[in-house]
Every structure is written in C-alpha cells, then in structure tokens.
C-alpha cells in the first residue's frame, strides 16, 4: 500500500516507521525547510509510547532514544514546591517513561528514513480520485498521492478541519511562556535539591503556577548511537498566565514579571535562561471529541485532538493514535476500515487526557485562594499523578 503521511512531526515519524515496518510505501510531507530548527523542550513518554516506538524502530535506533534521553532515576517523585523552592508535597514514582528533548526525539526519528521525507512542502488539502487520495499544495496541485492519507500536522489543522468538517482546536484560555537554564556550576547550587529527582509545580496563592523540571541526560560515551543528538543539562521552566493570544515580544521580561512573589533564587533561575530557548504558546483544547466518516483519511495526534501541555501527554497519545492505527491496517487490510476503527480507542483517549490536563488548569486558578489551597492541592495532585501515569493502552 502507498501511504502519505502529512507532517514530519511525532505522531508523523513514528507512523512512518511503523508502516514500513508492515512493508507499506511511505512519504512524509513537512513544512518544515529541515530539522535543524526543530524547537521545544523536554518530552515526557510514557510506556505505551515507547512500546509503539519499540516495535516501529530497528533495535539500534530504539536504544538510541534511551541513550539520548533520561528514566527513572530523574523522576523518583513529583513534588509541589511553595515559591521559597521548599517542598510542600512529595509523591513517590517509580517510572517507567523515557524524558527526552523533542531535538532529539525528531532526529532520532528521522534516522533511516532518508528520501522517504520530504522537505519544505506545505500540504493544503486532501482529495479523493476513485480509490485513491492525494495532497494537494496552496496552487492545488497534486503533491503526494497513496491509498490511505494520515494527517499528522499538529494543532489547528487546517486540512483536518476540512476532512473532519469542524475546526479541531480552540484556545483554552491560557498561554505558557518556558524556557530553559544551562545547568552550570552556578545555576545548579540554587536548583532545589527535590528537582535533582522528580519534577515539580510551584504553586501558592500569589505564586504564578510553573513547571520545573531538570534535564540531564547523560550517555554511555561509549554508545555510537547517541552523541549527535544529546543536549546539554538544562533546567525547563514553563509558566502558565491568563491569556489566548501568544506574546511575541519581551518574553524573558513578561516571565520575570510574573515570578515576582518567588525567592531571588528561584527567579534567578528564571533569569539565567538562554534567551534564544524562551518561547511562548497558547494553550489549545479539542473543540468535540465524537467521530466523522473517515474514508481513506486518518486524522492523528494534535490535528485531531490537542491536549494542553499541563497533562505532560500530548506526544504520548499521538504515537499510540499511530499505534492503533498500523494495527487497524494490519488487521484489515484495508485503509477506511482501519481510518475508521482507529477513530474510538483515540477519541477516548483524548477525552481522558483532556479531563485530566483541565483538572489542572481549573485547579490552577482556586490555588491562588488561601482558603482553598490545601483541600485543592489534596485534589489536584493525585490528578497530576494520574495525568502522567495515564496508561494509553489498550484498556482504554
Ligand atoms: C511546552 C510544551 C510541552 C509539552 N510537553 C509534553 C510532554 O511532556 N509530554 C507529552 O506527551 N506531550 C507534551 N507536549 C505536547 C506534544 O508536544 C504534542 O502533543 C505532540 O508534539 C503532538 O505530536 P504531533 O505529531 O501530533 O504534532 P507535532 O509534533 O506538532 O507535528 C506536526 C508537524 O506537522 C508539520 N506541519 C504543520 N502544518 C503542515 C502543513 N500544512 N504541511 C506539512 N507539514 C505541516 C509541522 O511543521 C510539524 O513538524 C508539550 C507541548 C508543549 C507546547
């Protein structure tokens, strides 16, 4: 079977390489000039994800991803820090996910799938042409064409909007602005000490709520696999503020205002950032998680059902979306019953992961009220707890 996938992103890569795996003809077509500019952050992946990914990459490749990223021994516990950096609440962990940077997710992904993946094309729409459907560019020429289109270009799809017949994402009403802070001989004495082993949330009733996390992914040098795509140690910061439109400007500056009511030390940490990592994004939602009649058109990850980062989830979903559909494939043979059998385990998926990242937000704003901190706190972290351990298997 000839499949078109759209997007080089994650759930777009790792359909690919699942796909051929079964012995299917893959394109991918990106916007994307190249992977150099790949930006982002620190990637959370949970078992489910890597047993999809395990299956879909050459052992070598799969052991790369290991190497590049850290496990359990940096995420022992989840911890809620006050906005002194002194632990309020430790949740122990033994996990078994892969943290890993999203560079070095996307080009690990890359390997071994050379021409299959090409470069600086801008899909625009799909249409159907007997028993097959092609991508068609901005000039509606025909760009791609296969048995079975995926349509893997992340939130606000365009193209899944017109497949689907309504827009996929709305914005939820807050905006993140993260960056990252090397960890050098003089940031990491002002880290404190639980974020060595666990991530954790600020929180408080003046406090902004924030993401801390520290990075360290430290490989076998001996590993030929690994070195090109390690990255530095670095601390991730990710705030959460009131908002829908993405700040363009002054965003060191707008996050140091925002982190007034914390400790000179922690805000220092904030401070120290590589400017060129901080960025800022609005936070999007599914706007209606019921099914459309597929045709040879699968919709996956992001474009079909964006979950806002506060679940730690996204990337996660979006590889079993894929997951589920390379089975559907496989066990029918046929591209719209696989498009269509794919659909409910999904949308079921994202459902639970969009209640648990808005128990988040929602808990986010009854924080900032002294009255309300600890009974919400006492309700909101076994809520994180679960949003991260969210199983996306097939239980669902
Ligand atoms: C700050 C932040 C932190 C996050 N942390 C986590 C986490 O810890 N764990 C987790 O699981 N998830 C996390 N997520 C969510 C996760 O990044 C996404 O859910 C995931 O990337 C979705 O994968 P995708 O393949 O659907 O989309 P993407 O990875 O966004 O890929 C879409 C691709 O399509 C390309 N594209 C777009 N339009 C077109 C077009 N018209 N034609 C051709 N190509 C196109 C894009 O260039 C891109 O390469 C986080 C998100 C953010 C913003």
């Not at 060129?276 to 999007?284: G, R």
Request: proline share 7%; charged share 25%.
């Amino acid at each position: 079977m000839d499949i078109v996938v759209v997007g080089a992103g994650i759930a777009g890569l790792a359909a690919a390489h699942l796909f051929r795996v079964d012995g299917h003809a893959v394109t991918v077509v990106e916007r994307d000039k190249d992977a150099d500019r790949t930006a982002g952050y620190r990637l959370h992946l949970d078992p489910t994800a890597l047993a999809v990914l395990k299956k879909a990459l050459p052992d070598h490749t799969f052991s790369a991803l290991e190497y590049s990223g850290t496990r359990g021994e940096a995420f022992t516990h989840l911890v809620v820090l006050d906005e002194q950096g002194r632990t309020r609440l430790r949740i122990p962990r033994g996990d078994e996910s892969l943290m890993i940077g999203r560079r070095p997710l996307r080009r690990i992904l890359l390997r071994e799938l050379g021409d299959a993946v090409r470069w600086g094309v801008h899909a625009a729409r799909v249409s159907h042409d007997n028993d097959r459907v092609s991508i068609r560019d901005q000039a509606d020429r025909v760009i791609a064409e296969g048995d079975l289109v995926v349509v893997a270009d992340g939130t606000g799809s365009l193209i899944a909007a017109d497949v689907i017949g309504r827009p996929t994402a709305r914005p939820a009403g807050v905006i993140g602005i993260a960056g990252r802070t090397p960890l050098t001989a003089d940031t990491c004495p002002v880290v404190p000490d639980d974020l060595w082993r666990g991530p954790g949330f600020v929180v408080g009733p003046r406090a902004t709520t924030a993401f801390l996390a520290t990075h360290r992914p430290e490989a076998n040098p001996t590993h030929a696999e690994v070195s090109p795509d390690l990255e530095d140690p670095y601390l991730l910061w990710s705030l959460v503020l009131d908002g829908e439109d993405r700040p363009r400007s002054d965003l060191l500056r707008r996050a140091l205002a925002a982190t007034t009511s914390w400790s000179d030390p922690l805000r220092e940490l904030v401070r120290r950032s590589d400017p060129d990592s901080v960025d800022a994004f609005v936070f999007y939602r599914p706007v209606d998680l019921t099914g459309w009649p597929a045709g040879r058109v699968a919709v996956v990850g992001d474009a079909a059902h964006p979950i806002p980062p506060t679940a730690g989830i996204g990337a996660s979903i979006a590889i079993a979306d894929v997951g589920d559909l390379a089975a559907a494939l496989r066990s029918s043979g046929d591209p719209t019953t696989a498009a269509e059998a794919m659909q409910q385990p999904m949308l079921r998926r994202a459902a639970q992961a969009q209640r648990s990242s808005s128990r988040v937000l929602a808990a986010r704003s009854a924080l900032r009220r002294e009255a309300l901190r600890r009974p919400v706190l006492g309700a909101v972290l076994p809520t994180l707890d679960r949003a991260i351990r969210l199983q996306t298997s097939k239980r669902d």
